[in-house]
Structures are given as C-alpha cells and as structure tokens.
C-alpha cells in the first residue's frame, strides 16, 4: 500500500509495508470533506459506512461504522493528529498523521502501530 502525504516541504510517496520513502512526488494531496457533526475535527475520511474523525483532544480520534449514527473514541496512546486515510478497497486499512510520524491500523483502528520514516511537518494524506 502507498501513502501520498502532503508536507510543508511537497508531497512525499510512502511505501507502508516496506516503511520507507520513496520520495517527492508531483501530486496534489486534497482530502475529500466529509462532514461528522462533532466538535473540535481536525479531518476525516470515509470508507463505505465507515467514518474516521481526527479531533483536537485525548483520545485523538472517533470511529463510526454506521455512517455517523454512533461513535467510538480511539487512539489514546497516540499523539495529537493532523490528517486520516482510510484504503478505498479495505476499511480496516487506516493511516494516522501526527506532526511527523505515520501510524497504521490494520483493524479498524482498534490496534496502531508507529512506521519508521519521520516526515517533514504533516498537513494531509491518501492512501492508495
């Protein structure tokens, strides 16, 4: 899988299972608004029914696998965030943006795990 991450130094393409940086890319990097109805929301991504939103407090994040109608709080070992990405093919697929650092979900956001590369300021990501 292959992270398209937007910094404050261009956009960089990341190689998730190898956890390396493949480089600067020409890319534009333009998540898709998705409106949650909560309250202090950094981003969001959607999947089918399912909604991440990044918020501005501990834990960092809310998950709904309803399309909205209930949510879930999660994250609480992880920094404060920036951007989300959800696979378009696979829900459970998520990637976190903090300040620098990526992490990755591979269950829906119940379990995270830090990926190696350090980035230059984080503003936004896809993952494809």
Known sequence: MIALVR????VFEVDLDEEVVLGLVDAEVVPEPVDVGLPRVVGAARCGSTVIAVLDRRPPLAISNDAGRTWREAGGGLPAGFAVAIADDDPDYVVY??????????????????????????????VS
């Open 7 to 10: 910094t404050i130094d261009g």
């Open 97 to 126: 943006a903090a300040r620098n650092r990526l992490y990755l979900s591979e269950d829906g956001g119940r379990f995270w795990r830090s990926l190696a590369p350090e980035l230059p300021a984080i503003e936004a990501l896809a």
